[in-house]
């Protein structure tokens, strides 16, 4: 018997429960529109709150920070900006840790120019050498839209997610996105919020 060519595409980053066997059609709202960093309430398609984003405080560094919570409040993700780097880069930790025994991912830009981001790689948390890249985010042809695939490829088989930018009529930014059956959509939605931060950012400072 034949064997199928499509890979073997890894599904649960962040926890199983987050993984169910049908598509799962999030609706996320950004305020804070004028902002490069901003809070964003996640919803099911009945209006159920699935997962806030929230950053800590104020202050400097309040920014390079950023929590993914439950419904109740809990921290399910950290996500925490890298300076001093070359692409831009985040780091994505389990639960409200920042400690590398933690790290789950981490998502780069794939050049230097952010004025408006086409690609991030994804690397999950033992790809070390990340020759290549475990995820590619690439933004699709209608402005700040984009989708998730699996793998460097951007072949229709290897796409998990679809995300969908739409202006609602109160100025705030809304996202509409779609994740395939047994896709773990708290790391969806976490990709989708560090590709709209990335497309915010300034221009990385550099060490001299």
Known sequence: ???SSTPTLPRV???PR???PDPVYLAMVRDNINFK????DIRDVNGNMLF???KPGF???SGRKMFLLDGSGSPVLTMKEKTMT???RWKVYRGGSTEECDLLYSVKSSTMQVLLTTELKVFLGHNHEEQICDFIVRLMKDERSCAVYAG???DDDNMITYMKHKKRSSGLDNFLVTVNPNVDYAFIASLVVLFDVFNRMDPPTLMS
């Open 18 to 20: 987050y993984c169910v």
């Open 1 to 3: 018997m034949a064997q």
């Open 59 to 61: 202050g400097y560094f």
């Open 37 to 40: 960093y901003g809070n964003y």
């Open 13 to 15: 980053i962040v926890d």
């Open 52 to 54: 806030q984003v929230k």
């Open 86 to 88: 070359m692409h831009g």
């Open 152 to 154: 460097e490829s951007d």
